[in-house]
């Protein structure tokens, strides 16, 4: 049996828990957000490295849009309030989202 599943003893079935459905969650590119606040809000809400944070960075100034991480929806969900939040405080327009993987 794998971890999740269990036996029901009153009818024999055996039946697995699903894992959660992932979300990523996604920062959109802007004018005024600076290079420099995106790189930091990878680096503090996601954990990135240095240099993991620099090129997501370029993904969403070069292509409009990158993925910061993928999570289960409750925490992809945080992620976003919290990252939106902070931006808003820094008089940052930066956008984030998050949507099923």
Do not use: W
Not at 3 to 18: F, M, Q
Not at 54 to 65: A, E, F, Y
Not at 80 to 85: D, F, G, L, T
């Amino acid at each position: 049996m794998s971890v999740g599943a269990r036996r029901d003893e009153d009818t024999d079935v055996l039946t697995r828990a699903k894992k959660p459905r992932l979300y990523k969650v996604i920062l959109l590119n802007d004018n005024y957000t600076t290079m420099e606040f995106v790189v930091y809000v990878l680096q503090k809400y996601f954990q990135k490295n240095e240099h993991e944070a620099k090129r997501i960075m370029l993904d969403v100034h070069n292509n409009g849009s990158g993925v910061a991480g993928t999570y289960p929806r409750e925490v992809a969900e945080t992620k976003v309030k919290q990252v939106m939040a902070h931006a808003e405080q820094e008089g940052f327009p930066l956008a984030c989202k998050s949507e099923p993987e």
